[in-house]
């Protein structure tokens, strides 16, 4: 069941009871902060909803015990950034494609693992992936710098032979 609920004044979600339950625990939400979802006739306090305080009696891990995984943006970012960098030489179309798409997905990937730290880990993976995004597009520029100067050379040279006829 979906749950929303109220931090510093704004309202947040939709977000699932575990997540819910997480963040009580974490102290990002506070048992007085506002929380709503369907059947309820107006927002109430998170600690006026038994449900939010239950614990399950089998099988259960708790989450702030559970390790968070790592981003799979962050993940993302980081292997695209890796692919630019080797794609700028060879292949200069895609390579600006690959590090802008590296770079927004690690600011994203960043974004959510400040907003769920209790969810999400891998903020070190998704600087790597933006630095190395960076740094392809960066070659990507100077390459194709290169290939520009390397062909008015060419352009000039032709031009000569063109008058000289």
Known sequence: MDWFYTSQGLQQG??????LKAMLRAGSVLPTDL????GLED???????????QQPTEGYIPLDRAQPRVSGMAIASLIMAILSIPTAIMCICISPVLSIAAIVLGFVARAQIRREPHLYSGSGVALAGIIFAFIGLA????????????????LEGLFEEIDQM
């Open 139 to 154: 070659l990507a520029v100077v390459v194709l710098v290169a290939f520009i100067a390397l062909d008015l050379g060419n």
């Open 43 to 53: 927002w109430i306090p998170a600690s006026e909803a038994p449900e939010l305080w």
């Open 14 to 19: 939709p977000v699932t009871e575990i997540e």
């Open 35 to 38: 929380v709503w979802r369907d």
